[in-house]
Antibody
Framework: QLQLQESGPGLVKPSETLSLTCTVS??????????WGWIRQPPGKGLEWIGS???????YYNPSLKSRVTISVDTSKNQFSLKLSSVTAADTAVYYC????????WGQGTLVTVSS | SSELTQDPAVSVALGQTVRITCQGD??????ASWYQQKPGQAPVLVIY???NRPSGIPDRFSGSSSGNTASLTITGAQAEDEADYYC???????????FGTGTKVTVL
């Protein structure tokens, strides 16, 4: 049973870069069966797909965020990461990492607030 | 269009059946998956593919699809089924995911 855990700063200043890491346990991030993604949920609102990375290394990003997003994998640490640049208050949300053939497995989520 | 549209809220009497729908052009080509989210918790996958339930999901949850509409049916709704439900699928390119707008299910 895969387990995912997000980590990173809970507070980011406007215009700075949000950086989060998802640590995977119970399986290998090198699995060719899965893709690994980030999803966010602003307070009181719905889910928004941010982007995904496949075992091949291919990345796909939400077109509305593409210019600001980078997702990468560190196989040596069994982790994958999210970087979102030039953040504003609109980027305040609970950020989830998830994986699977669909999004089978989810982390518990981490609240990131953008504020000075 | 890459949007998936859901009714904002539905209610169901305890033990009765409720259907939640998700509409979008991409559903003509791709199956939807469905997620249950309770307050303060991460989403949980309840249905994927044609009509598949992950281990541990009760068989009162089922999925179907026709044309541009995917549906999640809860047959014999229980109090613990009260939650927000989101559909998810690919967009027309097949490379991007999109979530539905979400449906709040209230069990009366």
């Amino acid at each position: 049973q895969l387990q995912l855990q997000e980590s990173g700063p809970g507070l980011v200043k406007p215009s700075e870069t949000l950086s989060l890491t998802c640590t995977v346990s119970g399986g290998s991030i090198s699995s060719s069966s899965y893709y690994w993604g980030w999803i966010r949920q602003p307070p009181g609102k719905g889910l928004e797909w941010i982007g995904s990375i496949y075992y091949s290394g291919s990345t796909y990003y939400n077109p509305s965020l593409k210019s600001r997003v980078t997702i990468s994998v560190d196989t040596s640490k069994n982790q994958f990461s999210l970087k979102l640049s030039s953040v504003t208050a609109a980027d305040t949300a609970v950020y989830y990492c998830a994986c699977g053939r669909v999004f089978d497995y989810w982390g518990q989520g981490t609240l990131v607030t953008v504020s000075s | 269009s890459s949007e998936l549209t859901q009714d904002p809220a539905v209610s169901v009497a305890l033990g009765q059946t409720v259907r939640i729908t998700c509409q979008g052009d991409s559903l003509r080509s791709y199956y939807a998956s469905w997620y249950q989210q309770k307050p303060g918790q991460a989403p949980v996958l309840v249905i994927y593919g044609k009509n598949n339930r992950p281990s541990g999901i009760p068989d009162r949850f089922s999925g179907s699809s026709s044309g541009n509409t995917a549906s999640l049916t809860i047959t014999g709704a229980q109090a613990e089924d009260e939650a927000d439900y989101y559909c998810n699928s690919r967009d027309s390119s097949g490379n991007h995911h999109v979530f539905g707008t979400g449906t709040k299910v209230t069990v009366l």
